[in-house]
T-cell receptor, first 116, second 110 residues
């Protein structure tokens, strides 16, 4: 099956620093990648949709200047949490949709971010 | 706004029991997906249902898509401890971005 990786799997940082999370589709090309955030004991909430070569589309309430998304290639999207604060601590999960017409998305294993 | 309502939110049962999880919406979806997620991991796709009234089976798991494509159910027969996890339903309304239900946390005890 299709594989999506995320790096790092977990990160601890100080308040005010920036953190970059990578999402890669390992064996397929993804024209669209999605970024989700999941707080403890809650479901996944869509943050933004990332299309290769164009600007990301952010969901209402998600600050585009704080959560920078870059989708420079068909296999890589990055999410940078700028000037992270403790309230940004969460589980960040990406998913990737293959170039084929199917609706299926494949999810990465997630990145646990803890901001001290 | 939660487009997909899942119930129950929590379920604790003993090994061997049967259970059903429901996913309901007032919106029509072109497809609904069911995922299972374990703590600290990403969700894993179990099934996609596309056609109204469709029934799909995956070993002891039976998935059904409502005739009007607004609701779905997941039935587990003879639950086992390995079935423990968070079960999520999800549907796409705009493009391919998924809207997730709140999830059903299932605990199966030996």
């Amino acid at each position: 099956g299709a594989v999506v990786s995320q790096h790092p799997s977990r990160v601890i940082c100080k308040s005010g620093t920036s953190v970059k999370i990578e999402c890669r589709s390992l064996d397929f090309q993804a024209t669209t990648m999605f970024w989700y955030r999941q707080f403890p004991k809650q479901s996944l909430m869509l943050m933004a949709t990332s299309n290769e070569g164009s600007k990301a589309t952010y969901e209402q309430g998600v600050e585009k200047d704080k959560f920078l998304i870059n989708h420079a290639s068909l296999t890589l999207s990055t999410l940078t949490v700028t000037s992270a604060h403790p309230e940004d601590s969460s589980f960040y999960i990406c998913s990737a949709k293959p170039r084929t017409g199917r609706e299926t998305q494949y999810f990465g294993p997630g990145t646990r971010l803890l901001v001290l | 706004t939660q487009l997909l309502e899942q119930s129950p939110q929590f379920l604790s049962i003993q090994e061997g029991e049967n259970l059903t999880v429901y996913c309901n919406s007032s919106s029509v979806f072109s497809s609904l997906q069911w995922y299972r997620q374990e703590p600290g991991e990403g969700p894993v796709l179990l099934v996609t249902v596309v056609t109204g009234g469709e029934v799909k089976k995956l070993k002891r798991l039976t998935f059904q898509f409502g005739d009007a494509r607004k609701d779905s159910s997941l039935h587990i027969t003879a639950a086992q401890p390995g079935d423990t996890g968070l079960y999520l339903c999800a549907g796409a309304l705009r493009g391919y971005a998924l809207n997730f239900g709140k999830g059903t946390s299932l605990l199966v005890t030996p």
